[in-house]
């Protein structure tokens, strides 16, 4: 309906010789709806689900990102089918990630430059350039699938490889970090206590550097 509003009021100005353009829209992209057990959620039907309930439940980020990773933006949703909880573990494993990087001895710049575990820069590095394609095209499912697959390779090159020290490592840690940034323009994942937590556990210890100035 808001479509055809923008639509018509845009050809009358157009008519009137107030704008040059007769279509509002140089891009778009229509949004699917939000379904309960089967059916479009509506005040009427009484079946909606009450927000304030879910982020207290689970956070802002897990339900932000569980609307983000079910489907493409323009397909609808089941939200009985969603599971929140899923993406509370993911934004533990990143924040144990931070944490683990945080506390461990980088060593100086010059071995950061000079070392790394080379299989993860390779990850990290095609991890950046496919959540950047898929973010402009505004597969955000896909930009958080690849995402988890960074997460997955960082975590184990901490537990079984070279460990949180590495400049790799490290690495990827940024990036994880910019990534939720340049995913936040979009529709923002950020949970209570992550957007001003995480941030300081992105900051190393005194004497150490943070790993956002790596």
């Not at 089918?81 to 683990?100: N, Q, S």
Request: proline letters at 6%; one cysteine or more.
């Amino acid at each position: 309906m808001h479509l055809l509003y923008s639509r018509f009021f845009t050809k009358i100005l157009y008519d009137m010789g107030m704008v040059d353009f007769t279509e509002p829209f140089t891009r778009l992209i229509n949004q699917g709806q939000g379904d309960h057990h089967g059916k479009a959620m509506s005040k009427s039907l009484g079946n909606g689900v009450d927000l304030g309930e879910q982020i207290g439940r689970f956070g802002v980020d897990a339900i932000r990102l569980t609307m983000i990773f079910a489907s493409p933006p323009e397909d609808d949703i089941d939200w009985a089918d969603m599971h929140p909880e899923a993406m509370v573990k993911f934004l533990g494993r990143v924040w144990r990630i931070a944490a683990d990087v945080a506390e461990a001895d980088q060593g100086t710049a010059e071995q950061a430059a000079a070392t790394g575990d080379t299989e993860l820069r390779k990850v990290t590095h095609r991890t950046i350039d496919g959540v950047t394609r898929q973010v402009e095209a505004y597969h955000l499912n896909v930009a958080v699938a690849r995402l988890m697959e960074l997460v997955s390779a960082t975590r184990k090159a901490i537990d079984s490889g070279p460990g949180a020290a590495d400049p790799a490592v490290r690495e990827a840690a940024e990036v994880l970090y910019r990534a939720g940034i340049r995913c936040s323009r979009r529709i923002p994942p950020r949970r209570p206590g992550s957007c001003s937590g995480t941030s300081r556990r992105w900051r190393a210890p005194p004497g150490r550097r943070p790993i956002r100035r790596c």
